[in-house]
């Protein structure tokens, strides 16, 4: 499967176009540990904007695939063209359950023998 092929993939699983956005009702279908299953269903409480800024840039920060003591002083001098788009958005999610004092959402992991 080439590049182009894995992009409309995931493009299926997860919508990342603009008009989806506008579809406030469509369904949770996605796989239940991800924002498109029953994880995203989980409202977001005691927040601010601030912190939901701030929780972005941590996201995207650790999206950068650099290591902490090799980040730079600003969100601008990421390199955003090596950088995953939605990995910059599941990262802020986890910073937003962090904040928000439920992370890991998900139920604990059992190993089946």
């Not at 493009?11 to 796989?31: F, H, K, M, W």
């Not at 290591?67 to 990262?91: F, G, K």
Request: aromatic share 10%.
């Amino acid at each position: 499967m080439n590049f182009n092929e894995l992009k409309e993939v995931f493009e299926e699983i997860s919508p990342s176009d603009y008009l989806s956005t506008l579809v406030n009702d469509r369904p949770y279908n996605g796989q239940p540990h991800t924002d498109t299953g029953e994880r995203g269903k989980t409202e977001i409480k005691g927040i601010t904007f601030r912190d939901l800024r701030d929780c972005f840039i941590r996201g995207a920060f650790h999206a950068s695939g650099l290591s902490p003591e090799d980040y730079p002083r600003s969100l601008y001098e990421l390199n955003w063209n090596e950088m995953d788009a939605l990995a910059v958005y599941q990262n802020m999610s986890c910073e937003v359950e962090k904040k928000m004092g439920i992370y890991p959402n998900v139920e604990k992991l059992v190993r089946e023998e």
